[in-house]
């Protein structure tokens, strides 16, 4: 029986990332407060938050310190752009402190309001900056495939997952996707990590070849993959992708809106996974995710061309009405501040292994195939047969399953097919990541029950 909300929300609401046809039935999940690692639905029920919202409320809910801060600079200034060389403090010192704590030599930062158009800048300064150089042929951009870059007409595009392009008209000429650097799914039997690497980087560069290297601009990657199954790197992967880039002069955008701000152990995955990048683009744990902010980080090769064109062409003509948003600067330095003072970097190390441990469990399941992770974000593959592989058909849905047996017991989390991702909090406690997994153990158990019920193992 759906709550009166649940109606009003069906008969109003088209859902970002939701099977409209199956919503019609289902209906939301109303969530109504917040605190800690956990969150309450509209009937009072406790979740713990075990993916942050979306990879992004690392100090949890109801902190007091950014919502007072919050409270303070919407009394203060509420908005002012940042358009034609106007400028406030929070945007200002927010710039300095990233460019402190950025993993590689930052030159200058721009703002935007979302990861999606963190990279649709990232785009569009490739483009400009080869035109600018006046080398108008070297446009393309390569990305992976289950990449996730966001949803915009650029950043869809960069994305390498069918959803976001079916029917969308997508992706856009010159964005290529490179293979998924998933050694659990895509390794040949018996091909170590660093090998499936070298082959990893060789088809890269197979494919720069192709196309011909004074047509490629730029790489894109995310450190750790968030949307397409929370991946993590082969070992070896960057440093083999690194120099092949550095062969063909091509810019290296690192994607970090989920692995920045102590995600993977370290302030960056960028740093975790040696990575020497160009630009990147953060969001989301920028303000702990109480206000919508994202930023690119560029480097002085990038930024001296933009000045050298704005010295011939006047205005450089990109940005939108919230950036720098003072409300959402003033939230990310106190975010940033708590991540120093707090030792965010070090909490997520402490518990890590505890993380790490009981994920790597979940592998001795019947479902499991791969459980792996880095600092705190990992996901586990939930297959038909771990010996051969083989996956359940994706339409029976069995990831998704295990999600929604798991919001039964308590915990959500989130299923991208048959892999399903943890990235709770970054404040979560050592006995809180136990619950966490007990919690989805259970929901593996009823998974299985229901699998043998409906003859799926046999089929
Ligand atoms: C790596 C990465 N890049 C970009 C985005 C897009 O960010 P947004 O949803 O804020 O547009 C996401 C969102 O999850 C992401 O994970």
Known sequence: MLSNLAVRDIETLVHPYTNLATHRETGPLVLESGKGVYVYDSAGKEYIEGMAGLWCTALGYSNQELIDTATEQMK?????????????????????KLKEIAPVPISKVFYGASGSDANDTQVKIVWYMNNALGRPQKKKIISRLKGYHGVTVASASLTGLPNNHIDFDLPLPGILHTSCPHHYRFAEPGESEQDYSSRLAAELEEMILREGPDTVAAFIAEPVMGAGGAITPPDGYFEKINAVLAK???????????TGFGRTGNMFGTTTYGMNVDTI?????????YFPLSAVLMNDKVYEVLVDQSRKIGTFGHGNTYAGHPVGCAIAVKTLEIYQRDKIVEHTRKVSPTFLRRLEKLAEHPLVGEARGVGLIGGVEIVKDKVTKAPFETKKGVGPKSVFFAQEEGLITRAMGDR?????????TEAEIEEMFDRYERALNKTLAWVKAEGLLAA
């Open 76 to 96: 203060k200034l509420p908005f002012t752009h940042i358009f034609g060389g106007r400028s406030h403090d929070p945007a200002i010192e927010l710039a300095e």
């Open 248 to 258: 063909y002069d091509i810019l290296f955008i690192s994607d970090e809106v989920i």
């Open 281 to 289: 683009s953060l969001a989301k744990q920028i303000t702990s995710a």
């Open 420 to 428: 399903v991702a943890f990235c709770p909090p970054l404040v979560i």
